[in-house]
Each structure stands twice: as structure tokens, then as C-alpha cells.
């Protein structure tokens, strides 16, 4: 297969982990025998100082004209006092609306080789967690209208949660669709009891869990999911929600596996066109300092193989070469304990490399 990828490096340690995800890539291919094409294009802070716009239209046109894009993190602290349309995040929201790419899958799974690195008591972590979290991915909150006006009180501000029926139908089949491919249960998180947008998005989802009578639903409340997650986090399957409490619950649910440099994630649209980024932030006080887990990046590589071209055995490569690895007692410093072996970005993402072309299909 010939697959042609635009790559967006990043800032902080995205370009570092990227490159570490990159090697992985190519391995695989040289594995399988696939020929990949790279691209390489801006956005976020790395951006803002080549061409004054955290998201060129250049990137997006590059990004269209691939089969899929690898993203590293953006953003820092060097850029926290611009304006919010100018800032290096706008770059994520204008990807993911220009490409169409309204489903956030993020799985949560915890490696046994990291037990001990879950901070939830040990008889809960032996329960284990494997927890894929579907997050609308372009409406709500982040995309809704907001300002700012002068009231009695002073300057407000304001931001709108706004959901069309037919963005929540389209979210909740893809969350279906993913449970019906692992243990066939549903968890919807919403605020109905105080939201009206929330109102609307449960009667959509109940409405299209109609169509498949054989996955399980359940529906929590935001602050209730929060909870659950750290008091029990094996009643979960697959957990559809907003664009807002996904980006809140899958950074709790990364944590609860060990560290959230472990997380991968693919944003997907109609097509088998997609996104692939690991969950973590750009990291700056470690940037440059070979400290960095590329591990995240490196599944996000994972699930491009798996989501975008079908091909389960150089995804399965990949995964069992991360497990091994961590096996092997190999870490970074986010997930090192006493008697682990020790390594930084660089020589985690060699030794899964050679786990990838050791890999017997």
C-alpha cells in the first residue's frame, strides 16, 4: 500500500515524540512492505512564528491532500497572552472542523506491566481498565458562540453549548459501533438534569440505541462519571459524551492508567480519512530534554494503521511491541518505579522499533 501522511510536528515535545511515532511508522511499513510519503506541515506555536496564524491555510491544504495527518502537541506558555483566535489551540479546533473530523475515539486501557503505576487502590487496578471514550469532537462549547460584554457587575463573558440532533446521532453511532467491537455496553454522560443541549443530546442517543438492541446503555451524569471512574473504572465500556466533559473525563481516565503519556487518539470523520495525536500537552518545562513518553504517539501510529487503512497486523505490531517493551521493565520517567530500567524518549521509541521488525504476524 502507498500512504501518504502529513505530519504536524508540533511544539514543546511534539516534535520529539512525533519523530519517535514517525520511526515506528516506517518500521512497520518496511515490515509489511507498505511505501509511506511524508509531509511535513505547521500549526499551533511552530506556526505563529513562521507565518503570524496558529492554523495556514497551506496545512490545511496539505492535511486534505494526504490519507491521513500525524499531529504532535501544540501550544506553551511563550503564547498564553495572545488573544483566544490567535492562540496555538485554535490550530486543533480549525483541523478538526476544515477536515470534518467529529469523533474522538480514546481508548483507556491499563497495561498489566504498569499495576503499580495506577494510583487507584491495588484490588480496584486488578480489576483492570480497558475503556474507550467516544468524544464529540466539533460542537458544543468550543465551537458555540462566545463573547464578552459590560454588565453591573462588571466585564462578562459567556460561551455557548450548542448540539444539533443530527451531530449527536452521528457521534452516537460511532460509539455503538465501537461497543458492539468489545464487550457491547454504552455509557452516556451528559447534564440533563440541568442542560437543556444535554436534554436533547439524551433523547438522540436514545433514540439511535433503537438500532442495536444488543449493546447495553446507561446514562450518568457528568460529576457522577467522575466519580465512578476513580471509585470502579471496570463497569466501563465505551463512554460517548460532549466535546467538553470528553476532554475532562479522558484526561481523568488517562491518569487513572498509569500516566497520561500513554494515551493515544484518533479523530475521525465520515471517511477513513484521519487524525491521530497522542492526548498529552505540549510539556515545554521537558522539551528537549529526551525525558519525554513517545509511547502515546507511538499507539496513536497504532490506531492509523487500524482505523484509517485496515490493517490489523501492523497495528497489532506496534501494540505488541509497546507491550513487551513495558514488560521488558523498560520506562520513562512518567511511569518509572524503583527497579525499572529507566530510558528517555529516544531509546523508548528504539526499543519498540525493534520489537515492531522483531514482530511475527
Same mark, same amino acid.
Given at each position: 500500500?502507498?500512504?501518504?501522511?502529513?505530519?504536524?510536528?508540533?511544539?514543546?515535545?511534539?516534535?520529539?515524540?512525533?519523530?519517535?511515532?514517525?520511526?515506528?511508522?516506517?518500521?512497520?511499513?518496511?515490515?509489511?512492505?507498505?511505501?509511506?510519503?511524508?509531509?511535513?506541515?505547521?500549526?499551533?506555536?511552530?506556526?505563529?512564528?513562521?507565518?503570524?496564524?496558529?492554523?495556514?491555510?497551506?496545512?490545511?491544504?496539505?492535511?486534505?491532500?494526504?490519507?491521513?495527518?500525524? &499531529?504532535?502537541?501544540?501550544?506553551?506558555?511563550?503564547?498564553?497572552?495572545?488573544?483566544?483566535?490567535?492562540?496555538?489551540?485554535?490550530?486543533?479546533?480549525?483541523?478538526?472542523?476544515?477536515?470534518?473530523?467529529?469523533?474522538?475515539?480514546?481508548?483507556?486501557?491499563?497495561?498489566?506491566?504498569?499495576?503499580?503505576?495506577?494510583?487507584?487502590?491495588?484490588?480496584?487496578?486488578?480489576?483492570?481498565?480497558?475503556?474507550?471514550?467516544?468524544?464529540?469532537?466539533?460542537?458544543?462549547?468550543?465551537?458555540?458562540?462566545?463573547?464578552?460584554?459590560?454588565?453591573?457587575?462588571?466585564?462578562?463573558?459567556?460561551?455557548?453549548?450548542?448540539?444539533?440532533?443530527?451531530?449527536?446521532?452521528?457521534?452516537?453511532?460511532?460509539?455503538?459501533?465501537?461497543?458492539?467491537?468489545?464487550?457491547?455496553?454504552?455509557?452516556?454522560?451528559?447534564?440533563?438534569?440541568?442542560?437543556?443541549?444535554?436534554?436533547?443530546?439524551?433523547?438522540?442517543?436514545?433514540?439511535?440505541?433503537?438500532?442495536?438492541?444488543?449493546?447495553?446503555?446507561?446514562?450518568?451524569?457528568?460529576?457522577?462519571?467522575?466519580?465512578?471512574?476513580?471509585?470502579?473504572?471496570?463497569?466501563?465500556?465505551?463512554?460517548?459524551?460532549?466535546?467538553?466533559?470528553?476532554?475532562?473525563?479522558?484526561?481523568?481516565?488517562?491518569?487513572?492508567?498509569?500516566?497520561?503519556?500513554? &494515551?493515544?487518539?484518533?479523530?475521525?470523520?465520515?471517511?477513513?480519512?484521519?487524525?491521530?495525536?497522542?492526548?498529552?500537552?505540549?510539556?515545554?518545562?521537558?522539551?528537549?530534554?529526551?525525558?519525554?513518553?513517545?509511547?502515546?504517539?507511538?499507539?496513536?501510529?497504532?490506531?492509523?494503521?487500524?482505523?484509517?487503512?485496515?490493517?490489523?497486523?501492523?497495528?497489532?505490531?506496534?501494540?505488541?511491541?509497546?507491550?513487551?517493551?513495558?514488560?521488558?521493565?523498560?520506562?520513562?520517567?512518567?511511569?518509572?518505579?524503583?527497579?525499572?530500567?529507566?530510558?528517555?524518549?529516544?531509546?523508548?521509541?528504539?526499543?519498540?522499533?525493534?520489537?515492531?521488525?522483531?514482530?511475527?504476524?
Amino acid at each position: 500500500m502507498k500512504i501518504n501522511l502529513a505530519v504536524i510536528p508540533g511544539d514543546g515535545i511534539g516534535p520529539e515524540v512525533t519523530s519517535e511515532a514517525l520511526n515506528i511508522i516506517k518500521a512497520a511499513a518496511g515490515r509489511f512492505s507498505h511505501k509511506i510519503t511524508l509531509t511535513e506541515a505547521a500549526a499551533g506555536g511552530a506556526a505563529i512564528g513562521k507565518y503570524g496564524e496558529p492554523l495556514p491555510r497551506e496545512t490545511i491544504d496539505i492535511c486534505k491532500q494526504s490519507d491521513s495527518v500525524i &499531529l504532535g502537541a501544540v501550544g506553551g506558555w511563550q503564547w498564553d497572552n495572545l488573544p483566544g483566535d490567535k492562540r496555538p489551540e485554535r490550530a486543533l479546533l480549525g483541523l478538526r472542523s476544515s477536515l470534518g473530523l467529529y469523533a474522538n475515539l480514546r481508548p483507556a486501557v491499563l497495561h498489566a506491566a504498569l499495576s503499580g503505576a495506577c494510583p487507584l487502590r491495588p484490588d480496584i487496578a486488578q480489576k483492570g481498565i480497558n475503556i474507550m471514550v467516544v468524544r464529540e469532537l466539533t460542537g458544543g462549547m468550543y465551537f458555540g458562540d462566545k463573547g464578552r460584554k459590560r454588565t453591573d457587575m462588571g466585564e462578562a463573558a459567556w460561551d455557548t453549548e450548542l448540539y444539533s440532533a443530527e451531530e449527536v446521532r452521528r457521534i452516537a453511532v460511532r460509539a455503538f459501533e465501537s461497543a458492539i467491537k468489545r464487550d457491547k455496553r454504552v455509557t452516556n454522560v451528559d447534564k440533563a438534569n440541568v442542560l437543556e443541549s444535554s436534554r436533547l443530546w439524551r433523547e438522540v442517543i436514545l433514540s439511535t440505541a433503537q438500532n442495536y438492541p444488543g449493546v447495553s446503555l446507561n446514562h450518568l451524569y457528568a460529576d457522577n462519571a467522575a466519580m465512578q471512574l476513580v471509585r470502579d473504572p471496570s463497569q466501563f465500556d465505551v463512554i460517548v459524551t460532549t466535546n467538553m466533559f470528553g476532554d475532562i473525563l479522558s484526561d481523568e481516565a488517562s491518569q487513572i492508567t498509569g500516566s497520561i503519556g500513554m &494515551l493515544p487518539s484518533a479523530s475521525l470523520g465520515d471517511s477513513n480519512f484521519g487524525m491521530y495525536e497522542p492526548i498529552h500537552g505540549s510539556a515545554p518545562d521537558i522539551a528537549g530534554k529526551n525525558l519525554a513518553n513517545p509511547i502515546a504517539a507511538i499507539l496513536s501510529a497504532a490506531m492509523m494503521f487500524r482505523h484509517s487503512f485496515a490493517l490489523s497486523s501492523e497495528a497489532a505490531a506496534i501494540e505488541s511491541a509497546v507491550t513487551q517493551t513495558l514488560e521488558a521493565g523498560y520506562r520513562t520517567a512518567d511511569i518509572y518505579s524503583e527497579g525499572m530500567k529507566h530510558v528517555g524518549t529516544k531509546e523508548m521509541g528504539s526499543l519498540i522499533k525493534k520489537g515492531v521488525m522483531d514482530f511475527a504476524d
